[in-house]
């Protein structure tokens, strides 16, 4: 119910917020954007570059669509953590701290909401897309696995960029970071839990699994295991900038 009620009451501040940044209006497009890529334009470009250079795509769809598992979730956790770094700015956050209300109930609306927003975006979009058949079970448990991407990055950008100038640069640096895993998926299997290290490695493998009909079951347990220490780990770290 207060979860409920925080939503109301800034979601439309968030709305307002976003439409007037000429940087964030832009971003909630990006999964259509994606999805309609993905759909109408990867098979095409597969058929040609197989006619013109004998070269065949479809064996990488699904790290194609794996990609796709975290971008989605990415694209929210990038407005919410720009958000963020602009209440901070602003200094909106230090006045939220003198009401009744609760750091932790504000987190918990910065945390659940991108979390929830990413999961459900995900499960739409993906069929959309249609470039991989996957089990809805699996969906469902690869989406929210994916979607911890979205508070995470969020807090990163928060919680460790000085400014929304610094945010910025910060990006560039997270998204190679939240890539990287997918550099595994050229490697053996028994090299690949080094990236395991990497929050965004466990959706990945999880979906991998999924599409190949393996047991993933581990991998969701590790995963769920690691984002949650990842996000302990951003959300004290940002605790000790509010707390300065």
Do not use: C
């Amino acid at each position: 119910m207060k979860t409920l009620l925080l939503f109301r009451a800034f979601a439309p501040v968030d709305f307002k917020n976003i439409w007037r940044d000429a940087m964030l209006v832009w971003i909630p497009l990006l999964p259509l954007i994606l999805t309609l890529a993905l759909r109408f334009l990867a098979p095409p470009l597969a058929d040609l570059l197989l006619r013109q250079f004998d070269l065949d795509l479809t064996p990488y769809y699904p790290l194609l669509m794996s990609m796709f598992v975290l971008l989605i979730p990415a694209t929210v956790g990038m407005i919410v953590g720009f958000l963020l770094l602009d209440e901070r700015d602003e200094r909106t956050l230090l006045a939220l701290m003198v009401t009744p209300m609760s750091n932790t109930s504000y987190l918990t609306y910065r945390i659940g909401v991108p979390l929830v927003i990413g999961f459900f975006i995900t499960l739409i979009t993906y069929p959309l897309a249609g470039l991989v058949p996957i089990a809805p079970l699996d969906l469902v448990i690869v989406s929210l696995l994916g979607a911890f991407t979205a508070p995470l990055i969020a807090l990163f950008l928060a919680a460790l960029s000085e400014n929304k100038v610094a945010g910025l640069a910060m990006l560039k640096m997270l998204n190679g970071i939240t890539i990287l895993p997918i550099v595994s998926y050229f490697v053996p299997a028994n090299w690949q839990w080094l990236a395991g290290i990497i929050p965004t490695y466990w959706s990945l493998k999880v979906f991998w699994s999924a599409v190949a009909g393996d047991g993933y079951w581990l991998y969701v347990l590790i995963g769920l295991m690691v984002n949650v220490i990842a996000l302990v780990l951003l959300l004290r770290r940002w605790n000790t900038i509010m707390h300065r």
